[in-house]
């Protein structure tokens, strides 16, 4: 019942069913850290980190209690401590790709890129055709400079997800960092095919389209591109500082 009513976003309702669940089978690890999140995603912070360390105390092996106190030490800022909790989740559950990628994901932001690698590198292990690893470890890489190693995993993210425009964008534009132009005029076609009404898009394949000397195809692009709204300007402004071009 817990579970349902938190589904339906009756929080209040599952906070109760997981409290009588305990309060009927004992210091239960799973009904403690399905009581931490609802308290958690009804902004009861204090009590979610009590539930979460309480179902530690029943079993301190229990993966997923560590993963959720780590997500919440780094919604609070603690990443030294969230990166921690992240490490003993993924050394009690070694096959949970996502637990990676979070813990990859901490360790970016702590500034530890290579350590972040490795992490995403054994998501991909886990499960080799999910798009999203291969496409955060591309983007990682992009990140790092390193172009070689990027543009195949983002390629192999637009094969496994292949109606993702941001992911053909983000190719497109390694593929234009890199100088393969024609490539990246392609990849932004695809882009727009299957959101032919980006603007942003537009002007990004308008740019592909001028590196490679294709003045009159470049114009008609800008052209359908029109004058950008913030938002719009916003992400194309990214994507070119991204790759070292002046607007």
Not at 6 to 28: T, V
Not at 176 to 205: K, M, T, W
């Amino acid at each position: 019942l817990g579970d349902r009513c938190a589904a339906a976003g009756r929080l209040h309702e599952a906070i109760q069913h997981y409290k009588q669940a305990i309060r009927m089978e004992g210091d239960n690890p799973d009904h403690h850290t399905r009581l931490g999140d609802a308290c958690l995603y009804a902004e009861r912070s204090g009590q979610a980190i009590s539930h979460y360390r309480r179902a530690l105390q029943a079993n301190p092996g229990h993966g997923e209690s560590h993963f959720c106190l780590g997500e919440l030490y780094r919604r609070f800022g603690k990443l030294k401590a969230a990166i921690s909790q992240y490490r003993k989740a993924v050394k009690l559950v070694p096959e949970n790709a996502y637990y990676r990628y979070r813990l990859a994901s901490a360790y970016t932001q702590n500034g530890n890129p290579e350590e972040a690698v490795r992490e995403l590198q054994e998501s991909i292990r886990i499960a080799p055709t999910d798009a999203f690893y291969r496409f955060w470890l591309g983007d990682l890489y992009l990140q790092m400079q390193w172009l070689s190693e990027a543009i195949p995993e983002l390629e192999a993210a637009a094969i496994h997800s292949p109606y993702d425009d941001y992911y053909c964008v983000r190719l497109g534009m390694a593929y234009s960092q890199c100088g393969r132009g024609e490539d990246a005029v392609a990849i932004f076609h695809r882009a727009i095919r299957i959101q032919p009404n980006n603007a942003s898009y537009h002007c990004l394949l308008a740019d592909a389209y001028a590196e490679l000397g294709y003045a009159l195809r470049a114009a008609m692009h800008y052209e359908r591109a029109g004058d950008l709204d913030p938002y719009d300007k916003e992400y194309v402004r990214r994507m070119r500082l991204r790759n070292g071009l002046v607007e």
